[in-house]
C-alpha cells in the first residue's frame, strides 16, 4: 500500500495540474457568475412584471436540473443545433450559468430580507438607481448572504467534477488517469478526495469568517 | 448651516398637501410655513397623518395634490431657464432630497459603514464633495454630539441614544437647508431620550430651520417657534408654543392636551 501511494506521489505533476485546474475553473466561474447574478438580481426584483417573471422561470428552471444534464445538454444538443463549443467553453459556460441561477436567488432572497427602511434611508439621503443599489443595498445583501454564497461556492467546486465526462483535465479527470494506468484506484483517489477537501475547507474557512462579519455590520 | 443664514423668508411652505393610500385619506389640504431658522413642531395622536406629511414633503411619498417650495423652488418639478415646467426625473429629485436632512424614528444608520462613514457617505458620493473637506466636516459633527471617540464602531455597537444622535450628525453633515425629524425619540428607552432631545435643543439655538413630528410636549413647548396639531389628516390648530399649550384655540386639542396633563 505505501507502494502505491508512491506510484500516486510519482506522479503529482499530474494531479497538481488537475488540481489547478479545478482551482481556476471554480475561481473564475465563481466571480464571472457572482458578477452577472449582481446584474440578474436587480432583474428578479424589477418593477416591470414581465422582466420579473420571465426571468425568475428561467432561474427556476435552472435550479431545477441537475448540473450534469444542463452539461450534457449544453455539449451533446447544441451542436444538433448547429452551435459548436469547445468543451473548455461548453464545461465553463454550464458552470456559470448554473451557479448564476443559484447566486441570483440568494441575492434576490437576501434583498428581500433587508428592512426597506434601509432603502429609504438611502433615498431620503439621496441615492437612486443604481447608486443606491451599489452603495446601500448591495453591500448590505453580500454582508447578509456571504455564508449562503460560500455554501453555493463549495457545491461549485464539487459540480465542477462532472466536468470531467466532457474531458476536461480538472482533478477527478486527472486522479481517474492516474488510477486507470497505473491501477491504484483506492490510493489515488483517497489524494484526490483530500485535495478536494482542502479547497473546500478554505472556503469554509472564510464562511465562517464572513458570518463574524455579519455580526457586526449586518443589520439587526 | 452658515451659508444660508441672514436670508429671511419662508425655508419650507407647504400648501393644499393631500395624500391617500387606497381609499385611505391621511393628508387633506395641509398647509404650512417654516422660516429660516424656525422650528415647527407637528402633534398630532398616533396615525394622524404627521409622519406621511415629512414623507411628503421630501417626496419620499409622491403628494396626491398640494405643492412643496424649498426656498420657493418646487420639490418634484423641474423649471427649465425658458420657464416650461415638467416633473423632475428620479435623479434630479434624489439630488434635491439631499437639502432635505432626514432624521428617522428607527435610525436607520447604515449598519455596513461605521459612524465617519455613515457621515460622509451621501456628501462625497452624491453631492460630490471631497473626501478630505467631508471627514473634517464630519469629526467637528461628531464632536458636537460627543461622540468622536466612537468614529471607528459599527452601529450595531452603539446605544439608542447614541445611534439616533449619530443619525443627526449624518443628516447635518449634508448641510440640509431644513432638517425633518420623524418622531425622534419613540423608539427609545426613556433614559436615552434627554440625551437626544439635548442635541436637538442645541440646534434650535443655533438658528437651525427644522420640522420636528414628536410626542414630547416638553420639547414642544420648550423649544419650538410654533406648534402645529394634525387630526385625521388636517390641521386643527398652529399656535406659538405659550398659546397653545396654555390657552388652545379649539376644543380638540384642549382634549389632546387633558391626556398629557
Same mark, same amino acid.
Given at each position: 500500500m505505501i507502494a502505491n501511494f508512491g506510484i500516486v506521489l510519482g506522479e503529482w505533476r499530474s494531479l497538481a495540474t488537475g488540481f489547478l485546474n479545478t482551482v481556476w475553473i471554480c475561481a473564475l466561474s465563481g466571480a464571472l457568475s457572482l458578477l452577472l447574478a449582481v446584474f440578474v438580481s436587480m432583474l428578479l426584483v424589477s418593477r416591470r412584471h414581465g422582466v420579473r417573471r420571465s426571468t425568475q422561470g428561467v432561474v427556476d428552471v435552472l435550479r431545477a436540473i441537475p448540473f450534469l444534464m444542463l452539461l450534457f445538454i449544453v455539449y451533446y444538443c447544441l451542436p444538433t443545433l448547429h452551435v459548436r463549443l469547445s468543451s473548455w467553453t461548453c464545461g465553463l459556460s454550464a458552470l456559470i450559468v448554473y451557479n448564476t441561477a443559484y447566486f441570483a436567488e440568494i441575492l434576490r432572497g437576501a434583498w428581500s430580507h433587508l428592512p426597506h427602511e434601509q432603502e429609504e434611508a438611502g433615498r431620503a439621503y439621496g441615492y437612486t438607481g443604481l447608486r443606491l443599489y451599489r452603495r446601500i443595498i448591495l453591500p448590505q445583501i453580500f454582508i447578509a448572504a456571504g455564508p449562503v454564497l460560500g455554501n453555493q461556492m463549495i457545491t461549485l467546486v464539487k459540480n465542477s467534477a462532472f466536468l470531467m465526462v466532457i474531458t476536461i483535465p480538472d482533478l477527478t479527470f486527472m486522479a481517474n488517469q492516474v488510477q486507470a494506468i497505473y491501477f491504484v484506484p483506492f490510493e489515488t483517489i483517497l489524494v484526490a478526495v483530500a485535495l478536494y477537501w482542502i479547497l473546500c475547507s478554505t472556503i469554509e474557512w472564510t464562511v465562517r469568517r464572513m458570518d463574524r462579519v455579519a455580526l457586526v455590520r449586518g443589520h439587526e | 448651516m452658515s451659508d444660508h443664514q441672514g436670508q429671511g423668508g419662508p425655508v419650507v411652505e407647504v400648501r393644499g398637501l393631500s395624500k391617500s393610500f387606497g381609499p385611505l385619506r391621511v393628508l387633506h389640504g395641509v398647509s404650512l410655513t417654516v422660516s429660516a431658522g424656525r422650528t415647527l413642531c407637528v402633534l398630532g395622536p398616533s $396615525?394622524?397623518?404627521?409622519?406621511? +406629511?415629512?414623507?411628503?414633503?421630501?417626496?419620499?411619498?409622491? @403628494?396626491?395634490?398640494?405643492? /412643496?417650495? +424649498?426656498?420657493?423652488?418646487? /420639490?418634484? /418639478?423641474?423649471?427649465? @431657464?425658458? $420657464?416650461?415646467?415638467?416633473?423632475?426625473?428620479?435623479?434630479?429629485?434624489?439630488?434635491?432630497?439631499?437639502?432635505f436632512g432626514m432624521v428617522f424614528q428607527q435610525f436607520n444608520l447604515w449598519p455596513h459603514l461605521t459612524v465617519l462613514e455613515n457621515l460622509i457617505e451621501s456628501p462625497i458620493h452624491v453631492q460630490g464633495r471631497s473626501r478630505g473637506e467631508a471627514v473634517t466636516e464630519a469629526e467637528a459633527l461628531l464632536d458636537k454630539i460627543g461622540l468622536r471617540d466612537k468614529r471607528e464602531a459599527y452601529p450595531s455597537r452603539l446605544s439608542g441614544g447614541q445611534k439616533q444622535r449619530v443619525a443627526i450628525a449624518r443628516a447635518l453633515a449634508m448641510r440640509p437647508e431644513v432638517l425633518l425629524f420623524d418622531e425622534p425619540t419613540s423608539s427609545l428607552d426613556p433614559e436615552l431620550v434627554g440625551e437626544v432631545l439635548a442635541v436637538m435643543r442645541d440646534l434650535t439655538r443655533e438658528g437651525q430651520t427644522m420640522i420636528v413630528v414628536t410626542h414630547e410636549m416638553g420639547f414642544a413647548r420648550?423649544?419650538?417657534?410654533? /406648534?402645529?396639531?394634525?387630526?385625521?389628516g388636517v390641521v386643527v390648530e398652529t399656535a406659538a408654543p405659550e398659546r397653545f399649550f396654555s390657552n388652545p384655540a379649539t376644543a380638540r386639542v384642549r382634549q389632546f392636551l387633558q391626556r398629557f396633563a
Open positions: - | $396615525g394622524s397623518g404627521k409622519s406621511t +406629511l415629512l414623507r411628503c414633503i421630501n417626496f419620499l411619498e409622491r @403628494p396626491d395634490a398640494g405643492v /412643496v417650495l +424649498l426656498r420657493g423652488e418646487q /420639490v418634484g /418639478v423641474h423649471r427649465t @431657464p425658458s $420657464g416650461r415646467e415638467r416633473a423632475m426625473t428620479d435623479r434630479e429629485l434624489a439630488r434635491m432630497r439631499t437639502r420648550e423649544a419650538a417657534d410654533e /406648534v402645529m396639531f394634525i387630526d385625521e
